[in-house]
């Protein structure tokens, strides 16, 4: 239970309004910040916000109120809250709601509705948001009379950040915000009688596990964000430091394991390295923490590990055997999980898989364009590793979504959780900005860097002017190439080169940054990154910089779509290309 | 995987406005295909009976099972596929009958154990309830004479004799009513 805010005065049995309510109730459940923009069903309740110690950020758009509120959950692991009326207001949340619901964001979504007597009569700014949101919530409710109000709120911050976390949305009616009732508040522990947030893991299948770790002799640990969620990431070390077992990360668990942890070897997947890829391929024992097996980490799920034995350890049970047929699943808390085996399982050195893996390491280093000169052009990749070294590693990165977002998981090296935050399993363009302020409120004395693509800065580029209103910090590096990258790699390798609809016409980004009152700085050479990102860092408000990249290059390595998952798009080592660099180690690492 | 068969869930839910529509929403979401959904209300104060036929592997059933108990107002889910149970539809069927063809038609329906429950000089509807393949039996028998109009329930169903389906489940409190 969150301790009663001091600076709240207790109106527990007092007669209040439904709209003084939902704050009572928000200033409860530990609300400090809240996103939003006003309108008129829910004018009432932000009427009655003026009177309790809530910030509320004023966004350019209801979608960037969403994404500020998610951004805010993943960099606190708290429960981000926004606020929209009714109608447009609220289906303009549905993108960052559903965004939430795919990567389990905790998240609690206000909406004002119609007075009750109105509701079905198509009334202005009417919209049934409860029936559009089943699909992307993990629950929600529709509130019709202020009693209910306290309850309902109280049960939806219960319900979006217990067992496995996700958004829920509220909608209240005007008349239950303008009705008054005698406000009551329980501390009580809520039972809901038909949801079992916690499961715990079955013994046999302890012991199932523990006896298929000791016969394995080329194992790998599948690090996801549930390491993350239930803070597993020192329940992780120990695990691995006792077994020598190697890591590999999916997008959205990195960071939850130390990335320069010498057992860690990097991200699996699409844009995973080969080496982590293969050594999937090649391993005899899968343990899967807190991942679901989804396409862009399993390609073809035909040929996808099938000489190894798998074991999922998920607190969802609806996520066993979705995708990927697995031999024991362990169903419960990835880090209570892992504490239960790490007694059991054995000490090892495994130097011969270990050697195996760094062999074929060894093999692809030579493509990582990283370790390449740039003979002049500016390449993303050394941006963002520009960015990684001359933060020292520490900033709090949020990634748009797009090719600048796999390099940044390629080149950015996290090794604290919560310190990178990306749209992963919906892929919402136009994320990172919005999400960037929310997780800048979560965490003001972090660094934040938003990376994102000159797509997806279009977007949702009206939320520098919130910046620029709540005077906040974040350091926005655009990487400007000119196309919707992705879109256009794809149409490269996929679709005979016809570049249909991605070349992109921008506006001078600098002078968007100045249009605001905050500085823009254009970059074009390499040698140029380091002054713009030191600058950046020093300056005290919002700095956009206009990173003007090389246009046509690809992400690589690359599993297409569908394919088998040791079948890659390697980087092309032929020389003749110009913008191909030829074999050479670079000045970096 | 095992092959896809009828599968039979019982799924008790709260009585609340809307539930209906999410366990539905869920269905349509996945991809499960509903054979046939039916709903009603159980003698416990507030709690809402589904008998939900659909076709499913054993794993897209447990999958089922799973994202069913997901969700927050679902209570107790049971897949009774493969559990000795009584399997009950309804059916009301109004056939083409004149005078010479009653005690034909009448006859018929004493062997499948149906009854005329109105009759006008030209026509005649008939009650039947009983499992799927017995009303499905009746309607091919009463086609030739001209089947007017037909309807029919979805299944509803229960497991037989020791077996209680009386919500005594650990996670069901025994009082309801400060639960709503």
Not at chain 2, 6 to 26: C, H, I, Q, W, Y
Request: hydrophobic fraction near 40%.
């Amino acid at each position: 239970m969150t301790p009663a805010n001091p600076k709240l005065k207790n109106r527990i049995g007092e007669s209040l309004s439904g709209a003084q309510i939902i704050w009572e109730a928000l200033v409860r459940e530990g609300v400090e910040v809240c996103f939003g923009y006003p309108g008129g069903a829910i004018m009432p309740a932000y009427d009655a916000m003026i009177q309790y110690p809530v910030h509320h950020v004023l966004t350019r758009h209801e979608q960037g109120a969403s994404h500020m509120a998610d951004g805010y959950a993943r960099a606190s692991g708290q429960v981000g809250v926004c606020i929209a009326t009714s109608g447009p207001g609220a289906t303009n949340l549905i993108t960052g709601i559903a965004t939430a619901m795919l990567d389990s964001i905790p998240m609690v979504c206000i909406t004002g509705q119609v007075p009750s007597a109105l509701i079905g009569s198509d009334a202005f700014q009417e919209t049934d948001i409860t029936g559009c949101t089943i699909p992307v919530t993990k629950h929600n409710y529709l509130v019709t009379k202020p009693e209910q109000i306290a309850p309902t709120i109280r049960e939806a911050f219960y319900v979006a950040r217990s067992g496995r976390p996700g958004p829920v949305l509220v909608d209240i009616t005007k008349d239950a915000q303008q009705q008054s009732c005698v406000f009551e508040w329980s501390d009580d522990e809520i039972v809901l009688p038909g949801y079992r947030p916690d499961y715990a893991p079955l013994p046999e299948q302890l012991e199932e596990a523990v006896a298929l770790i000791k016969a394995a002799k080329r194992p790998i640990l599948f690090a996801g964000h549930g390491i993350i969620k239930s803070q597993a990431t020192d329940a992780v070390i120990e695990f691995v430091e006792k077994t020598n077992i190697p890591v590999a990360c999916t997008l959205l668990g990195l960071g939850g394991f130390p990335a320069t942890h010498p057992r860690n070897l990097g991200m699996m997947g699409m844009h995973g390295e080969t080496w982590v890829n293969k050594a999937i391929q090649d391993a005899d024992l899968i343990i899967a923490a807190g991942m679901r097996f989804d396409d862009r980490v399993t390609g073809n799920l035909k040929t996808y590990a099938q000489n190894a034995k798998k074991i999922h350890i998920e607190l969802d049970p609806a996520e066993i055997n979705k995708n990927v047929w697995v031999d024991v699943p362990i169903v419960g808390d990835v880090g209570e999980v892992l504490a239960d085996l790490l007694p059991h399982v054995e000490q090892c050195d495994r130097s011969e898989w270990l050697d195996y893996i760094d062999e074929i390491k060894g093999d692809s280093a030579v493509r990582d364009i990283k370790n390449l000169p740039d003979l002049g052009k500016l390449y993303a990749a050394h941006v963002i590793h520009d960015i990684y070294r001359f933060t020292e590693g520490k900033a709090l990165v949020v990634t748009d979504v797009g090719q600048h977002q796999m390099w940044e998981a390629q080149y950015y090296k996290h090794d604290y959780p919560r310190k990178l935050l990306t749209s992963g399993g919906l892929g919402t363009m136009g994320f990172a900005l919005p999400a960037g302020i929310g997780a800048k409120f979560a965490q003001p004395g972090d660094s934040v860097w938003v990376i994102c693509g000159d797509g997806g800065f279009q977007m949702t580029q009206a939320e520098l002017s919130t910046c620029a209103q709540e005077g906040i910090k974040v350091n926005v590096a655009i990487i400007n190439n000119g196309f919707l990258g992705m879109v256009r790699q794809w149409q490269e390798f996929f679709f005979g080169g016809r570049y249909v609809a991605t070349p992109l016409l921008s506006p001078d980004f600098v002078k968007i940054a100045e249009a605001h009152s905050l500085t823009g700085i254009r970059v074009e050479q390499r040698s140029e990154v380091e002054e713009a990102v030191r600058v950046a860092e020093a300056t005290e408000g919002t700095v956009v910089i206009d990173f003007r990249v090389e246009q046509e290059d690809a992400v690589y390595p690359m599993v297409p779509a569908g394919a088998n998952l040791h079948d890659m798009i390697q980087r092309p080592a032929a020389p003749n290309q110009d913008h191909n660099p030829i074999f050479e180690t670079g000045e970096d690492e | 995987m095992t092959r896809s068969v009828k599968r039979t869930f019982a799924v008790f839910v709260e009585d609340k406005p809307g539930v209906l529509n999410r366990v539905a929403s869920l269905f349509r979401r996945r991809s499960y295909n509903i054979d046939s959904l039916n709903v009603g209300t159980t003698h416990e104060p507030g709690v809402s009976r589904m008998t939900i036929v659909c076709d499913a592997d054993t794993d897209t059933a447990r999958r089922i099972e799973a994202n069913l108990y997901k969700m927050v107002n679902v209570l107790w889910v049971d897949d009774i596929t493969h559990k000795q149970t009584i399997d009950r539809v309804l059916a009301l069927i109004k056939v083409n009958c004149d005078r010479d063809q009653r005690d034909e038609v009448l006859k018929i329906c004493e062997v499948f154990r149906a009854r005329a429950i109105d009759m006008s000089p030209d026509r005649i509807t008939i009650e039947i309830t009983g499992a799927r393949d017995k009303v499905e039996g009746l309607v091919s028998v009463l086609k030739p004479f001209g089947i007017l109009e037909l309807v029919q329930t979805g299944t509803v169903a229960m497991t037989r004799g020791v077996e209680k389906h009386d919500l005594a489940h650990p996670t069901v409190p025994a009082s309801r009513n400060d639960a709503a």
